[in-house]
């Protein structure tokens, strides 16, 4: 079956530790790759996106992942995190073959920095 | 401009009962679909309407049903709920497939007592 995989479901880290979280899917057509974030009791916005070219991209708040095809992933990354970055990150999969709004969301991955 | 707007945002219901929930999505996105959120899986794809037509729909059962009105509004109906019906139902638009980003709503708690 189709499906999106985060293969960690809850990270802590220190203030100005590195971040890397896992994302794999299971789509083998042409794919459009999205990192969503939900800050607590706020609603889910973008970080950042791959739709084609540059298989690194940069999102907001100096996020940025990396896009390998032969691997099926998208993980996303970030040098230093803050205190701010305390919130929950799913990754989407866009799957072009029909209309749009369809995402598959990947169970998310709960991330804690600690002061 | 307005975001997607969803209400009620919170509500409880009984096991039996029947839910209505609405969404406005950003003025001049015509596609508008649904998720509903639960701790440890994420978001779960409901279904998605565009001009008043479904175009997808997840694997739901049938007691989730929902309608996009004229104006691009949506409604999502859930029948005959059951305790494992207590999410977050999240409401999303989208513009076009260009941009491709989903913007979302704050989403309507739902509890089933």
């Known amino acids: 079956a189709q499906s999106v995989s985060q293969h960690n479901h809850h990270v802590i880290l220190s203030e100005a530790a590195s971040l890397e979280l896992g994302c794999n899917y299971s789509?083998?057509?042409?794919?459009?790759l999205f990192w969503y974030v939900q800050y607590p009791g706020q609603h889910l916005q973008l970080l950042l996106k791959?739709?084609?070219?540059?298989?690194l991209v940069k999102g907001i708040k100096g996020f940025e992942a990396e896009f390998i095809k032969s691997k099926f992933s998208f993980n996303l990354r970030k040098p230093s995190v803050q205190w701010s970055d305390t919130a929950e990150y799913f990754c989407?999969?866009?799957?072009?073959?029909?209309?749009?709004?369809?995402?598959?969301f990947g169970a998310g991955t709960q991330v804690v920095v600690t002061p | 401009k307005a975001g997607v707007t969803q209400t009620p945002r919170y509500l409880i219901k009984t096991r039996g009962q029947q839910v209505t929930l609405s969404c406005s999505p950003i003025?001049?996105?015509?596609?508008v679909s649904w998720y509903q959120q639960t701790p440890g899986q994420g978001l779960q794809f409901l279904f998605e309407?565009?001009?008043?037509?479904?175009?997808n729909k997840g694997n739901f059962p049938g007691r989730f049903s929902g309608r996009q009105f004229s104006n691009s509004r949506s409604e999502m109906n859930v029948s005959t709920l059951e305790l494992g019906d207590s999410a977050l139902y999240l409401c999303?638009?989208?513009?076009?497939?260009?941009?491709?980003?989903?913007?979302f709503g704050e989403g309507s708690r739902l509890t089933v007592l």
């Open positions: 999303a638009s989208t513009k076009d497939r260009i941009t491709g980003e989903l913007f």
């Open positions: 789509y083998g057509g042409t794919v459009n």
């Open positions: 791959y739709f084609s070219g540059d298989p």
């Open positions: 989407a999969v866009d799957v072009t073959t029909d209309s749009w709004g369809k995402f598959q």
């Open positions: 003025s001049g996105h015509r596609s």
């Open positions: 309407y565009f001009s008043e037509t479904q175009r």
